[in-house]
């Protein structure tokens, strides 16, 4: 039996064909995202490592194969959340085995898991969004790139893996927008002028002085001139948050929530978010709406006085 890092090593196994032509599929058809790419891969090698030990091919598997794997990743401690998450990748392994073909039936339907309660997005409010962004000082370098990086992150949505994959081509100022690529998708996204006017100021006169050499593409560097790293931009996010004393687990992914909530609450229809957002389904943009209720019923709960 051959592992890699605990993992099967997929080169020595039969089942390495299905696998690696619906990873292709997942890419250069479905145009998933690389986070959605990464999470459903790890799933799968993970179901097919279990198969392995248990002698069974992934073709040949049942709903009996796959309502034991439910069972073992149970007892293995995983939360009914991770569980849940390991299912959905495996029935999407198995529709694209169906359409291919492949497999008669599909082996994961009518398999049931223990439900989880989907957890709403933490976003700030409009004053918060204002007291993080007035954090980073303009009179040093590394003051005006985190501004730059802040403001372009709620202008936009983006994701914090787009974000710093910009390059500095990827702007442009006088069209007052920036260009995103996530997914497979081009997205041309509008900036509003402050973030307009702070990333000016950091291409220009900040920029120049921070890059490795002249050569470097990446719009938003680290101290030793090169690419951004995420681990390097969650440190940034996290120390604004403590200076501006704001009580709430603020993540890189929350501007990009407060960006949907705040575009949605001030009239914004769902597929033009969507769109921004770069949402393969309206249904991921949906969750804004959700948002945007219990805030209502919140406000209701506190405020009638019957309630």
Avoid at 163 to 185: A, P, Q, T, W
Avoid at 265 to 281: W, Y
Wanted: contains cysteine; aromatic residues 8%.
């Amino acid at each position: 039996m051959l592992f890699l890092n605990g993992l099967v090593s997929w080169k020595d196994i039969p089942m390495a064909n299905i696998i690696s032509r619906y990873e292709s599929y997942l890419i250069h058809v479905k145009h998933a995202s690389d986070n959605t790419v990464s999470s459903y891969m790890r799933d799968i090698r993970q179901y097919a490592s279990y198969l392995l030990s248990a002698g069974v091919e992934v073709l040949d598997a049942t709903q009996q194969t796959i309502s034991d794997y439910m069972t073992w990743l149970h007892d293995q401690g995983k939360s009914p959340a991770t569980i849940s998450r390991s299912l959905a990748s495996l029935k999407s392994l198995y529709i694209f085995a169906l359409s291919e073909d492949e497999i008669d039936a599909n082996p994961v339907t009518n398999i049931k898991v223990e439900k989880t309660e989907k957890k709403l997005p933490q976003i700030l409010t409009g004053k918060e969004v204002e007291l993080l962004l007035q954090q980073p000082k303009r009179g040093d370098m590394k003051g005006c790139r985190d501004k730059a990086m802040l403001e372009v992150l709620y202008a936009t949505g983006i994701r914090v893996s787009e974000l710093i994959g910009l390059n500095v081509d990827d702007v442009s100022i006088s069209g007052g927008f920036l260009r995103c690529e996530g997914g497979g998708k081009l997205r041309i996204i509008p900036l509003y002028p402050e973030a307009l006017q702070v990333l000016h100021d950091y291409i220009a006169n900040i920029r120049p002085k921070m890059i490795a050499t002249p050569t470097e593409q990446s719009l938003f560097v680290n101290v030793s001139g090169e690419r951004m790293s995420r681990q390097g931009f969650w440190k940034i996010i996290k120390y604004y948050q403590e200076k501006a004393e704001i009580d709430k687990d603020i993540t890189p992914h929350t501007l990009r929530h407060s960006f949907a909530v705040h575009l949605l609450e001030n009239g914004a229809d769902l597929r033009s978010i969507q769109e921004m957002l770069g949402h393969a389904d309206i249904s991921s943009t949906q969750i804004y709406t959700h948002v945007i209720k219990k805030q209502l019923k919140d406000v209701y709960n506190k405020a009638h006085p019957r309630a």
